[in-house]
């Protein structure tokens, strides 16, 4: 059964533009949500998405943007980059309930310049 | 809010020796505690994932215990070894309201296991 899958692994973006990140989740997970980690701040909370309803959400400027299709792929949108978006994104995925383990992607590393 | 510490930051150990890493978190309102590894560079990898309702889980050489009135769980690893060394990161799984189905995590225990 094949992983969390994130694309693009590296990508280099000037500021004020805007990123586009991608995440197919494990095959039958429903729920994916989306991490950032930096040193800084460790990892937080973007949001989690569940049959393609919004269902959370972490303390990001609107920004940042997420949304999830019928066949469960995501994708997050960063808007108007700034250096501090520099980041490791993480996309994650389980079946659908809290109960359930969560299961990572490698991530999409993020430069801001 | 929700508040995960780790405690030590850092750890670096001869081959062969037990090992606890802390983990506490302030809010006992929680759904399930997951314990993970992080290489460098790389993604997340589940090791272990203790319910609410329970005390501990076993896997291999790594036990995980949960206090959960207390707010705080331990990773046990036993007679560690070089591929060891990692960052082991404990999350939190908040149960109700805004926190539901997010993870809370702590910054991490960088470990180190030489040979």
């Known amino acids: 059964k094949a992983g969390v899958t994130q694309t693009p692994r590296y990508l280099i973006k000037t500021r004020g533009q805007q990123v586009t990140l991608s995440c197919s989740p494990i095959s039958g997970h429903r729920s994916v949500s989306w991490y950032q980690q930096t040193p800084g701040q460790g990892l937080q909370f973007l949001f989690e998405y569940f049959s393609e309803t919004q269902r959370n959400k972490g303390n990001f400027p609107g920004r940042f943007s997420g949304r999830q299709f019928s066949n469960s792929r995501s994708e997050m949108n960063v808007s108007t980059l700034e250096l501090g978006d520099s980041a490791l994104y993480l996309c994650?995925?389980?079946?659908?309930?809290?109960?359930?383990?969560?299961?990572f992607g490698e991530g999409s590393w993020l430069t801001v310049v | 809010k929700q508040e995960v510490t780790q405690i030590p930051a850092a750890l670096s150990v001869p081959e062969g020796e037990n090992l606890v890493l802390n983990c506490s978190f302030t809010d006992s309102a929680i759904y399930n505690l997951q314990w993970f590894r992080q290489d460098p560079g790389k993604g997340l990898t589940s090791l272990l994932l203790?319910?609410?309702?329970?005390r501990e889980q076993t896997s291999g050489r790594l036990n995980a215990s949960l206090d959960k009135s207390s707010g705080r769980s331990t990773l046990y690893i036993a007679a560690s070894q070089p591929g060891d060394s990692a960052t082991y990161l404990c999350a939190v799984n908040g149960d109700r309201g805004s926190t539901l189905g997010r993870l809370y995590f702590g910054r991490g225990t960088q470990l180190t296991v030489w040979p």
């Open positions: 203790i319910q609410s309702s329970q």
């Open positions: 994650a995925s389980r079946p659908g309930t809290e109960v359930d383990t969560i299961y």
